[in-house]
Nanobody, 123 residues
Framework: QVQLVESGGGLVQPGGSLRLSCAASGSIFAINVMGWYRQAPGKERELVAVPTSIGTTKYGDSVKGRFTIARDYEKNTVSLQMNSLKPEDTAVYYC?????????????????WGQGTQVTVSS
């Protein structure tokens, strides 16, 4: 069993900053991908930041230059530093991971989502 647990959401004024964290736990053999998506009310879930390979990251166009993702490979965590927040950043933010885990029959790979954490940017 694998779980993703997010933390760090909340209410912040426009121009402020927040830091989100996500920790993966369970019978993990390897974390292949770990990143962030978000979903605003009435909109589809969209990419925020996902590393595509070692040393490169794909960011959503609306967050480039303001958000920074960081992986801690030893602790199985990923964080999202969000600066210069705007009201349009208001959304539920979801941690996303593709994880190879250990099962009774060997190794298997699955996609996991966290429960989501609310970020509200408002004055």
């Amino acid at each position: 069993q694998v779980q993703l647990v997010e933390s760090g959401g909340g209410l912040v004024q426009p121009g402020g900053s927040l830091r989100l964290s996500c920790a993966a736990s369970g019978s993990i053999f390897a974390i292949n991908v770990m990143g962030w998506y978000r979903q605003a009310p009435g909109k589809e879930r969209e990419l925020v930041a996902v590393p595509t390979s070692i040393g490169t990251t794909k960011y959503g166009d609306s967050v480039k230059g303001r958000f920074t993702i960081a992986r801690d490979y030893e602790k199985n965590t990923v964080s999202l530093q969000m600066n210069s927040l705007k009201p349009e950043d208001t959304a539920v933010y979801y941690c996303y991971a593709v994880i190879t885990y250990l099962s009774t029959t060997g190794r298997a790979t699955n996609t996991y989502w966290g429960q989501g954490t609310q970020v509200t940017v408002s004055s």
